[in-house]
């Protein structure tokens, strides 16, 4: 079946530094690929999606890219702030209303 | 103000209660979804329905029961056969691939 892979936790970095996350997918179909964020005591928030290879995902300074050929989405930042701490799920969505398919997070911590 | 709304924010259950975790929505969507969360853990699917009157067991489903009776609303009930239901549990909605996610409800055990 459909699985996520994304990179273990937890991520410690300096405010200012550049942010990789790893996420790798393994589908039968053409999913479409996600990244949620969720802040301390919250729900999931969507930070950024990709419906089709090749397709750039970018919000608030991250940016994603759908790389079919690697199966990959790794989510990138160029200089991430305190407030970026958080945990970070990489997701796919295959066809229909079936759920999607998450990762099981990469905890950020972003120190002054 | 559209979206999605869980309630109560927190819940106590004592020992052998029933407790209903409400999730409404008014983003006209059909497809409605509930997921468990344990500390420093990630999602797990509990149950989803994809339209109304219709909803299927997910993951971990023992010990949980779920209705669909209205598109707006899902709500999920924690039976006492959940023995260890202490967690956050978030509901999601979802149009066409994108999934969009309620605050969520702590459950807390007396």
């Known amino acids: 079946g459909d699985s996520v892979t994304q990179m273990e936790g937890p991520v410690t970095l300096s405010e200012e530094a550049f942010l990789t996350i790893n996420c790798t997918y393994t589908?039968?179909?053409?999913?479409?690929l996600f990244w949620y964020v969720q802040y301390p005591g919250e729900g999931l928030q969507l930070l950024l999606k990709a419906t089709k290879a090749d397709d750039k995902g970018s919000n608030k300074g991250f940016e994603a890219t759908y790389r079919k050929e690697t199966t990959s989405f790794h989510l990138e930042k160029g200089s991430v702030q305190v407030s970026d701490s958080a945990v970070y799920f990489c997701a796919l969505s295959d066809q229909g209303n079936t759920p999607l398919v998450f990762g099981k997070g990469t905890r950020l911590s972003v120190i002054a | 103000d559209g979206g999605i709304t869980q309630s109560p924010k927190y819940l106590f259950r004592k020992e052998g209660q029933n407790v209903t975790l409400s999730c409404e929505q008014n983003?006209?969507?059909?497809?409605m979804y509930w997921y468990r969360q344990d500390p420093g853990q990630g999602l797990r699917l509990i149950y989803y329905?994809?339209?109304?009157?219709?909803?299927q067991k997910g993951d971990i489903a023992e010990g949980y029961s779920v209705s669909r009776e209205k598109k707006e609303s899902f709500p999920l009930t924690v039976t006492s056969a959940q023995k260890n239901p202490t967690a956050f549990y978030l509901c999601?909605?979802?149009?066409?691939?994108?999934?969009?996610f309620g605050p969520g409800t702590r459950l807390l055990v007396l």
């Open positions: 589908a039968t179909g053409y999913p479409s």
């Open positions: 329905s994809q339209i109304v009157n219709d909803f």
């Open positions: 983003l006209n969507h059909d497809a």
């Open positions: 999601a909605s979802r149009i066409q691939e994108t999934q969009y």
